[in-house]
């Protein structure tokens, strides 16, 4: 008699963490594709995305919020009241700790906070990073891990190592989520990565081209919205070309400047960049033809943020 296939499991998880914690790295390495946008800047991710990974046994639906901080706008208030939601509706939260970092106050008070919620998720810890650091630093990290549980009051599911730039240790981090996932079917269908619209995918793209090499204030003050996209008319079928029509919106006419830069070099560069990756979003060539628009203090303006879709 054959024993009977482990039961299918579903659900949701989300990665934690604070600023260049590797969350968004890490979720791009587990669906093995890129859902979210990575930057060096804090609070990069703005939505919830949704990354999906299918295998026979299981399907495993990462969230990839952004991150928890001190508002100073009506979009970041916006955004931490999303970040407490998802919390409490994912099965299971991932605490990233970058192990070439020491836990501080703000990873206790990420935790804490978890902690405090009224229907908690099952929890893992995360030591990322580990291509940065030796074995003894990485042993000393794991044991600090481990002492949090008693003095945050919380219990870690496992405690993982893992490094997804170096690709180490990824599937163990989604051995042990799906472990801790509930039964259940399917609920994305096949070869379905993403529910992001590609559009805003796109939008994406270009908002990271966008944050490379501007000053710490101004990351906050970029959105970009798609006005128009399309196939070109006219082209051979086997020669399909996307024309995509973009803006950036900025809050001051002088981030504005920046964003054009010296005779439009830094915009030209931005477009550059992101067609690069919007040709391997799309499988196609695309042209892109993107505007600098100002809409003043956008993050601070109900109207603003709910047409910027935030």
Known sequence: MTDAAPPHRSGFACFVGRPNAGKSTLANAI?????????SKPQTTRRVIRGVLTRPDAQ???????????????????LNDLVHETWSE?????VCLPASQRIGPGDEFLVRQISELPRRPKLIALATKTDLVGRQRLAEHLVRIASLEESL??????????SAVAG???????????????????????????????????AELIREAALEGVSDELPHSIAVVIDEMGLREGRPADKPLMDIYASIIVERASQKGIII????????????????????????????MIHVK??????????????LGF
């Open 31 to 39: 669906v093995g594709e890129k859902i979210a946008i990575t930057s």
């Open 294 to 307: 100002v809409l003043s203090d956008w993050q601070r303006d109900p109207k603003h943020l709910n047409r």
């Open 90 to 94: 994912v099965d299971v939260i991932g």
């Open 168 to 202: 180490d240790q990824v599937d163990v981090v989604v051995d042990e989520i799906v472990k801790l996932l509930p039964e259940g079917p399917q609920l994305y269908p096949d070869g379905e990565v993403t529910d992001e619209p590609t559009e805003t995918r796109i």
């Open 60 to 78: 495993l639906i990462l969230v990839d919020t952004p991150g928890l901080h001190r508002p100073r706008t009506l979009l970041g208030e916006r």
């Open 153 to 162: 009051g919380v219990r870690w599911e496992a405690v993982v190592p893992v």
């Open 261 to 288: 830069g010296h005779r439009g070099e830094r915009l030209k560069q931005v477009g550059t960049d992101a067609r690069l990756q919007v040709k391997k979003l799309l499988d196609m060539p695309a042209h892109l």
